[in-house]
């Protein structure tokens, strides 16, 4: 395949990129027929070849690389800057509009996004029906279809084990991939963004109270009544409330129970009556650990619903001749509210403290299997700056003037940490190089 030449030869200091971009890309475009469109997610730090790779996908796909009418590129920063809800909505049309019509055209278009970790969570819900496994949308087959996030979700710890194994004596091209992966998956569902216990309220019988979570015998999350046999746990398309006994193992075969996240609980809730399902406001379902009222980054929100109040104005008569009573108490329907305090918006709970969040729309994403892989892209050192500035130097044409003391000298002029560390890593990785090159064959 022609794409790894390209990347074996100019992507430097990436080991585990280059067998699983090029191996995922191969078996997907020589299916004829892809279970689903191919999404690939870029994680890592700034300058380390995230939208160096994608270019060179991009050229190996379409002639013209970038500038083909196959390939879409999409910069959150730049394509949707804004965060109020008129141009959340505009481009949520603009997306749901664009990508069809580009793969109508062309059922292998590749669509890069760019700074994904400064997207609107809330627009994830255009993306996802386009890479899910679903044969047909609005009649189009996406399934042959390639998909690029780029983010820098997840960096610093990328940077953390990569320097950890590096001082262990662990060379980079013997980095395993598994090391990497659940970094980044732990990064974007954050340590602790779930429920740990919860409250129904508003549910009639003995369903309502507090529920805890708890594991069963396969080790999958489940929230178990505190006094009664009910189970509230995700069927794999939506949130139950049964009796159902959940320590059986074959019962969990087939389901994909996962604990609540905060922002979930918040929406409205339905129960079966009748072989349908109806809306019932009035049931709240809320984090018993929510985040407490006024602390740094929690949001309220008042929440209001259809309700019976109890009218208090009672008085008495003479019903029988030696008796007296009193007027049984009436109701009438009225709207009630509730405050719901959660983690505002980039945010999200860890323990009771809403802290810095990068990862909502991958948690979305990966709690639904969507991702094909998380791709990690490694710190450069300078070694791997030094084979940077030897590239720019040769497409410049400098091939003669290239020395080892040249290219130290150019990497001489990048940021390096930590900086009294034996094993250094580039802070903006080769974004610099070709500014700093081009400030050298001036002097």
Excluded at 70 to 99: C, G, N, P
Excluded at 257 to 262: Q, Y
Excluded at 417 to 440: F, N, T
Aim: hydrophobic residues 35%; glycine residues 6%.
């Amino acid at each position: 395949m022609e794409l790894e030449r390209i990347v074996s030869r100019r992507l430097h200091g990436q080991p585990l990129v280059l067998n699983l971009v090029t191996s995922s890309l191969r078996d997907h475009l020589s299916s004829h027929a892809p279970y689903k469109a191919l999404l690939l997610s870029f994680h890592g730090p700034p300058g380390v070849g995230k939208n160096y790779i994608s270019g060179m996908i991009a050229g190996a796909l379409f002639e013209g690389g970038l500038q083909s009418p196959y390939v879409h590129y999409y910069s959150a920063t730049r394509h949707f800057m804004h965060k109020d809800e008129e141009h959340i909505m505009q481009y949520k049309d603009k997306l749901h509009q664009e990508i069809p019509e580009k793969v109508q055209s062309c059922e292998h278009s590749l669509f890069i996004f760019d700074e994904m970790d400064k997207m609107a969570q809330n627009l994830i819900d255009t993306i996802k029906p386009f890479v899910d496994e679903i044969a047909h949308v609005d009649e189009i087959d996406f399934r042959k279809t390639v998909f690029l996030f780029l983010s820098n979700t997840a960096a610093e710890p990328i940077v953390d084990k990569a320097l950890e194994l590096r001082r262990n004596g662990v060379d980079r091209e013997s980095f395993a991939l598994k090391d990497f992966e659940q970094i980044i998956i732990k990064n974007a569902l954050g340590e602790q963004p779930w429920c740990p216990n919860i409250r129904i309220e508003g549910l009639q019988g003995e369903a309502g109270g507090n529920y805890v979570k708890t594991e069963t015998r396969a080790d999958r999350p489940v929230y178990k009544h505190e006094k009664a046999e009910f189970y509230l746990f995700f069927d794999g398309s939506s949130w139950r409330v049964a009796v159902e006994q959940r320590d059986a193992a074959s019962t969990l075969a087939v389901l994909e129970d996962k604990m609540m996240r905060p922002e979930e609980s918040e929406k409205y809730w339905k129960v079966s009556r009748g072989g349908s399902w109806e809306e019932v406001p009035e049931i709240r379902i809320t984090c018993r650990d929510a985040p407490p009222a006024g602390g740094p980054h929690v949001c309220t929100e008042i929440k209001k619903y259809p309700c019976i109040e109890k009218v208090t104005e009672e008085h008495t008569y003479t019903c029988y001749f030696f008796w007296t009573c009193t007027s049984p108490p009436t109701y009438r329907k009225a709207t009630c509210s509730h405050t719901q305090y959660y983690c505002c918006d980039g945010f999200m709970q860890r323990d009771k403290e809403c802290v810095k969040g990068t990862g909502f729309w991958q948690a979305e994403l990966l709690s639904h299997n969507l991702v094909n892989h998380v791709v990690p892209f490694l710190p450069l050192e300078r070694e791997h700056i030094e084979l940077c500035a030897r590239d720019v130097l040769l497409e410049k044409g400098l091939g003669h003037s290239i020395t080892g003391a040249k290219l130290r000298q150019i990497s001489d002029e990048l940021s390096y940490l930590p900086k009294d560390g034996a094993i250094q890593y580039a802070v903006y990785g080769c974004r610099p190089v070709r500014s700093k090159v081009s400030m050298h064959i001036k002097l």
